[in-house]
């Protein structure tokens, strides 16, 4: 039912976790994938043998660290080259660092504010000149339950992701009528990012948290990116949809 043939997709931290599971998605759809990738060079190319068994598209991965213009400048540079625009941007790359105010350390505040933040707002700018001359330009940000109810030690963390729900809002508006901008806000997830974090008694702990009473999978995740970006949601713009299991969000 969602066809994306022909659509040309770029999905930040695209060799793990919920963004190779969006690459796998989207390419099962129809559509050619940039894995953008930084240390994890060795997975962001079997995520690319994945996406070239899923479909003949022209499928790539490029290394390019979010936080820094100069490597977003020539990530773009290479896309518009290689395939002459772009249709999806997936703001997904993260970090989720441990940060407790009272022992707030400079460097895990700034680290975090540069992947989580400064990253989506140097990519979209560089996608919107690109997004502006497709059809179906939209661009879906990865926010987080953390960013709505705020997440005790990870303050940094939570803040980051509240400001990629307002920058989202804000960008709709500024981006539309060409440009679609929605985020996707993930509770837990089944991840490298979390594998620590849900050890032991913690997924007991966690479970009992969510109504549906699992952890979702990457793909849990991928499904409303793909809808999102997808004409089947042409008349949504400026929304966050919750993925979390029903999780109550304030309270
Ligand atoms: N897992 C959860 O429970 C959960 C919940 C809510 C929201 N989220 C959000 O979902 C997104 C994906 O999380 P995940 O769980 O899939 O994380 P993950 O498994 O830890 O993967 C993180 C990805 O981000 C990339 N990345 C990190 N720093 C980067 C940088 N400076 N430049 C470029 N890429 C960078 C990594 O690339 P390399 O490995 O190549 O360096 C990796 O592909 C994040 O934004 C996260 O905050 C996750």
Redesign the pocket.
Known sequence: MIDLSGFRVLV??????????CCRLFARAGAAVVV??????G??RAVVEELRRISGAPHRAI??????PSQIEVLFRQVREDWGGLDVLV??????IHDPLLQLDRTKLDATL???VV?PFLCAREAVPLLERSEHGSIVN?????GQRGEAYYSP?AAS?GAIISATKSWSTELAPRIRVNAV??????????AEALGGDRRQEALAAIPLRRI?T?ED?AAPVVFLASPLARHITGEILNVNGGSVLVG
């Not at 953008?36 to 060079?41: D, E, I, M, W």
């Not at 806000?185 to 979390?194: E, I, S």
Request: hydrophobic letters at 35%; proline letters at 4%; a neutral charge.
């Open positions: 930040t931290g695209g060799s793990r976790g919920i963004g190779a599971a953008q990738y930084l240390a994890s060079g997975k962001a290394r390019c660290d979010v936080t820094e703001n997904n790359a993260g970090v989720w540069a992947v989580n990253g990865i926010s987080s339950t953390a963390y992701k806000a993930p509770g837990w997830v089944d991840t490298d990012m979390t979702a990457p995740i």
